[in-house]
Antibody, heavy 122, light 110 residues
Framework: QITLKESGPTLVKPTQTLTLTCTFS??????????VGWIRQPPGKALEWLAL???????RYSPSLKSRLTITKDTSKNQVVLIMTNMDPVDTATYYC??????????????WGQGTLVTVSS | QSALTQPASVSGSPGQSITISCTGT?????????VSWYQQHPGKAPKLMIY???KRPSGVSNRFSGSKSGNTASLTISGLQAEDEADYYC??????????FGGGTKLTVL
């Protein structure tokens, strides 16, 4: 079965760089159509799509955060890494990674990690 | 891209039906039949309830249904149950292998 799990620091200081790792099992990011996305949710607020990487190494970023985000994959390790630079307290949120596929569920996210809360504070 | 527009809250009594709307533009909801809906209970990860506008993943109750008209997608929950009380989010494909979420709707079962 498909599982995903986020890992990384729970506390970062303003201006620092955040590195989050999504480790998954039950699928391969080299399979045609597969994608892994990062979505975040500030406390009490809505979901926000951050970045997505596809099996063919195509990468997509939130237009408003594009300059601060980098997403990469390591197919051999079954991992996707998200890097966010210049962290600010407004970036405090639960960060999720999730599985998608271009065919089914057609850009919906059908499997999610448990999420990791990242707090930005000095 | 702006977030899709959802009502902040809806409510209904057990056994009733409710509908949550999700309004986008001709660039997202109106152009593609690729809206997904997610249920999120407090402290939990979102759960996919509907994809491709009206399809249900395996294991999701047929009390949940999706539809679309123009730039607005809708999620209908029939036979409301206490366990349906949660936050609901829509998400639409917006082209170029990218999408946008809605602002979320809090469903209260009275």
């Amino acid at each position: 079965q498909i599982t995903l799990k986020e890992s990384g620091p729970t506390l970062v200081k303003p201006t620092q760089t955040l590195t989050l790792t999504c480790t998954f099992s039950g699928f391969s990011l080299s399979t045609s159509g597969v994608g892994v996305g990062w979505i975040r949710q500030p406390p009490g607020k809505a979901l926000e799509w951050l970045a997505l990487i596809y099996w063919d190494d195509d990468k997509r970023y939130s237009p408003s955060l594009k300059s601060r985000l980098t997403i990469t994959k390591d197919t051999s390790k079954n991992q996707v890494v998200l890097i966010m630079t210049n962290m600010d307290p407004v970036d405090t949120a639960t960060y999720y990674c999730a599985h998608t596929h271009t065919v089914t569920p057609a850009f919906g996210f059908d499997f999610w990690g448990q999420g990791t809360l990242v707090t930005v504070s000095s | 891209q702006s977030a899709l527009t959802q009502p902040a809250s809806v409510s209904g009594s057990p056994g009733q039906s409710i509908t949550i709307s999700c309004t986008g533009t001709s660039s997202d909801v109106g152009s593609y039949n690729l809206v997904s809906w997610y249920q999120q209970h407090p402290g939990k990860a979102p759960k996919l309830m509907i994809y491709e506008g009206s399809k249900r993943p395996s294991g999701v109750s047929n009390r949940f249904s999706g539809s679309k008209s123009g730039n607005t997608a809708s999620l209908t929950i029939s036979g409301l149950q206490a366990e349906d009380e949660a936050d609901y989010y829509c998400c639409s494909y917006a082209g170029s292998r990218w999408g946008v979420f809605g602002g979320g709707t809090k469903l209260t079962v009275l």
